[in-house]
């Protein structure tokens, strides 16, 4: 299934508490538990003002799905082609 990315532009995210990050897990978990298609959370980044999330999902509807459900914001979602590291080096 593809991996993809989704940019979201949330001014001071990085001020949130781990309480805030806690409630905004809870209720992304909760959605996804509920959600028919098969989408997964991997994990997620928080800088000042974006969170990048990593999900597995059957496309990108599924995520925009789960975003409009959580009221989430999207700034965009890409789909994951490759991964590289310093392994690939060589």
Same mark, same amino acid.
């Given at each position: 299934m593809p991996k993809y990315i989704i940019e979201r532009e949330i001014p001071e995210a990085g001020l949130l508490t781990p309480q805030d990050l806690q409630v905004i897990s809870q209720k992304s978990? !909760? +959605?996804?538990?509920? $959600?028919?298609?098969? +989408? *997964?959370?991997l994990e997620s980044y928080v800088t000042d003002d974006k969170v990048y999330c990593l999900y597995i999902a059957p496309d990108e509807a !599924? +995520?925009? $799905?789960?975003?409009? *459900?959580?009221?989430?914001? /999207?700034?965009? /979602? !890409?789909?994951?082609r490759s991964v590289i590291d310093p392994t690939t080096a060589e």
């Open positions: 978990c !909760a +959605i996804l538990n509920n $959600m028919e298609s098969s +989408i *997964q959370w !599924a +995520i925009r $799905m789960h975003a409009k *459900q959580g009221e989430f914001p /999207v700034t965009r /979602v !890409a789909q994951i």
